[in-house]
Each structure stands twice: as structure tokens, then as C-alpha cells.
């Protein structure tokens, strides 16, 4: 199996599955337990948090929760914000984001705030001019995120967070991290000082799936969203998933020490099937091209064909894809950030998302590129839009309607 959809999940990481083992049988004590056997549980959940929060350039440990993903950190952050701000009804965010944040919004429109979704261009490049006429004096908060998780496109956060601590010091902003965790440098107390909230999840980085991260940046108005014990300072009531954590500190403190090298691999080994397809293949384009990306990421458009067949055909093969449309969840309607990007109708049925990581090697970018020119052609031959015999677009063909006279 080739698998090239680490923007779906990526696999738990052999070191984190061996530090996260003694916790289930051997160390299995709750954390808020009061005897001695409970006490190295407790250290290690904190020396996790403390390796995190390092990690992320945060001023406090305290300043990190932990939750079961990133949707719980962004609910907890977004409604936690309503909550303790009540007389703040508008929200800005964009028109590509998770449906994490994306569904949210819709949400709370239906009960009455107002909500701005910022537009983009046709290579994902937010439009920074709206963004700006957008801030009212009564935005409560702005929720945008780092990195598309589509098209890989990195939004300008630095800026745009300045920006809006600029215009109103009181306004919010939540960073939606999870895409960009460990594969592009955050630093709270340098390039990130104007986020006040940021969302990740362990299992896009090699941690398991169930386990996550919301960082709250001390003295931020935010209600506790999960209500119930004393955990978490209070914050997040339920009992720490004690496995969970010790193995998504484990997946951070790998990431750390292999950084700049796995990164620089994966850029290379990413442009080199984006040159290769684009070579190989005519009609084809890279969605985000002309926008910073993340290094892993590739979301290729292949004209006048079907996303969902390409898919069939590379899973076939032993190759994991996903599709820049959302046929494969049984819709017919297509991606909505490629539509919001305004990528052409004969484009955005038929993109394809490829996502690396550290475990990519190159024999396998070298199999898809030997394939994947070979499904295209074989699914074009398939299509009414293509002329096989002249290897290009059909010409439209122009109809002439038939017309009934009466005598």
C-alpha cells in the first residue's frame, strides 16, 4: 500500500505506540487520584503538557487544555468565547475553512449573529481587503486558519492576527492549527503573540486519533465549554485520556528533533510528483500554485474527467488519494473551497489530493507517477468532454434547435 493521504490522518509513529504503552496496563492510574501509585501518572501528564507548550513558544504551561481532537478545541474555543462576551454578535472567518469552523458559522447564523466568510482567489490567497472592512467595533472574534487542509494553501496568521489586535486589542483570534502543527514554525511568544487561541489534533502528526490540544493565552474571556470535574484547571471537565497524551507529546518531541530535515524530504519529494504530473499529463493544474503551501501537500485538477474515478482507479492500485471533490462522501456537489477559489467546473470534479509524510519514500512517488498518467488516460477515453484521437478537449458542439412553423 502507497499511502498518500496524511492530510486525512498519518500513522501512529512506533516511537509514540511504545511510549504510550505502559499507561494502558502497567501505569493505568487516574491522574487526580490522591495515593502515591497515581503521582507518576500525574508528572507525566504534565511533563507532556510542559514539552508541548515549549514546543508551541508558550508563555505558560497552564495555557494548554487537552482535548479528544481539534472540533472539540474549536467548539470549546468558539462557543466558550460567545459565552463569556455576550454582547459581541458578529464573527469573521473564511469561506474555505473546516467544516469544523465552516459549520459553526452557518450555526450561529441561523440563531442570529453575524457572521462574515472572507473570500479567496483563484490560487487560495485570502482577500486581505475584505478581511480588513469586515472588523466592526462589535466582532467578537476572528477564526482562521493556518493551512488548508485541501489544497495546502498557508494563510498570512502573523499579519492578519496583527492586524486585527491593531484595529481592537479585544478582538479574539482563534487559529485553527491542524494542519500546519509540527510541519510549519509557530511560535506563541513570537510569530503567533496576536493568537489568542489555537486548535490541533494529534492524529495529523503521528499521534493516535482521539486526542488533541486547544492553547488559551492566559487572561482571554472564555467560558468552560465541557462541564464537569475539576480537570484541566477547571477548563475541561472529564478525565485525561493518559495514553493519549503521553503518546501526542511523544509525536511532538519527534517532529522537533527531525524538523528542518523530514521537511526539506517531503518538499522534494512532493514538487517531484507535481513536476512529474504536470509534465506527463496535458489539461492538468495545480490548485494553490501560485499561494505559499505546506510542504506535503498536493492538490492537482485533471480536466474533463471525474475525481471519484481516479480515485477507484489509484486504490486499485494500492494507492491512497483523496479527492479535492466531495463525491467520495456520496455528494455530487464539489469541494467547497475549490469553488470558492473559482476553480473552472471542468476542473473541480476532477481534483486530486496527494498528502505526504516523514514515511513517504520515493520509490513510492515514483510508482504514482508511472501510474497515474496511465488511469487519466484510460478514464479521458471514457469521457465526453475528451477527443481521444486528437488528445485534446472536444470542440463544444454547437446545436441548432429544431423549429415547429404553423401554417
Not at 511568544?189 to 496576536?194: A, W
Request: a neutral charge; glycine letters at 8%.
Amino acid at each position: 500500500m502507497i499511502y498518500l493521504d496524511n492530510n486525512a490522518t498519518t500513522a501512529v509513529a512506533p516511537e509514540v505506540r511504545d511510549a504510550m504503552a505502559p499507561f494502558f496496563c502497567d501505569e493505568y492510574f487516574n491522574p487526580s487520584s490522591m495515593y502515591d501509585a497515581a503521582k507518576p501518572v500525574k508528572h507525566a501528564v504534565e511533563s507532556a503538557r510542559e514539552l508541548i507548550a515549549q514546543f508551541l513558544g508558550a508563555s505558560y504551561t497552564s495555557e494548554l487544555l487537552f482535548t479528544s481532537c481539534a472540533t472539540e478545541s474549536l467548539n470549546a474555543a468558539i462557543f466558550g468565547a460567545i459565552r463569556a462576551n455576550p454582547e459581541r454578535r458578529h464573527l469573521i472567518t473564511t469561506a474555505v475553512e473546516h467544516p469544523a469552523v465552516l459549520e459553526i458559522g452557518k450555526e450561529l447564523q441561523r440563531e442570529g449573529f453575524e457572521v462574515s466568510f472572507i473570500g479567496v482567489d483563484r490560487q487560495g490567497n485570502l482577500n486581505l481587503g475584505e478581511f480588513v472592512r469586515e472588523l466592526r467595533s462589535d466582532t467578537l472574534l476572528v477564526a482562521i486558519m493556518h493551512a488548508n487542509n485541501e489544497t495546502g494553501v498557508v494563510f498570512p496568521i502573523e499579519r492578519l492576527s496583527r492586524v486585527v489586535k491593531e484595529t481592537d486589542p479585544s478582538i479574539l483570534f482563534l487559529c485553527d492549527a491542524t494542519q500546519s502543527m509540527t510541519k510549519i514554525p509557530i511560535q506563541l511568544n513570537g510569530n503567533f503573540r496576536n493568537v489568542d487561541m489555537l486548535a490541533f489534533s494529534g492524529h495529523k502528526f503521528h499521534a493516535p486519533k482521539g486526542i488533541g490540544g486547544l492553547y488559551l493565552r492566559r487572561g482571554t474571556r472564555c467560558r468552560t465549554f465541557l462541564i464537569g470535574g475539576h480537570q484541566e484547571l477547571g477548563r475541561r471537565g472529564g478525565t485525561e485520556n493518559v495514553p493519549y497524551i503521553i503518546g501526542m507529546a511523544k509525536a511532538v518531541e519527534c517532529a522537533a528533533g527531525n524538523h528542518a530535515d523530514d521537511q526539506k524530504r517531503i518538499e522534494y519529494l512532493r514538487n517531484k510528483l507535481e513536476n512529474g504530473i504536470v509534465q506527463k499529463i496535458s489539461n492538468v493544474e495545480v490548485n494553490g500554485s501560485g499561494a505559499e503551501r505546506m510542504p506535503n501537500t498536493l492538490n492537482i485538477a485533471v480536466h474533463y474527467i471525474e475525481g471519484e474515478g481516479i480515485l477507484y482507479q489509484l486504490s486499485a492500485l494500492g494507492i491512497c488519494a483523496s479527492s479535492g471533490s466531495a463525491c467520495t462522501s456520496g455528494s455530487l456537489e464539489p469541494s467547497h473551497v475549490l469553488t470558492a477559489m473559482g476553480v473552472p467546473f471542468t476542473a473541480k470534479h476532477g481534483s486530486v489530493r496527494f498528502s505526504l509524510s516523514r514515511y513517504t519514500v520515493e520509490s513510492e512517488i515514483d510508482f504514482v507517477l508511472d501510474k497515474f498518467p496511465e488511469i487519466v488516460a484510460r478514464l479521458r477515453r471514457l469521457s465526453p468532454y475528451w477527443d481521444q484521437a486528437a488528445n485534446k478537449p472536444r470542440e463544444p458542439q454547437h446545436v441548432v434547435p429544431n423549429r415547429t412553423h404553423s401554417s
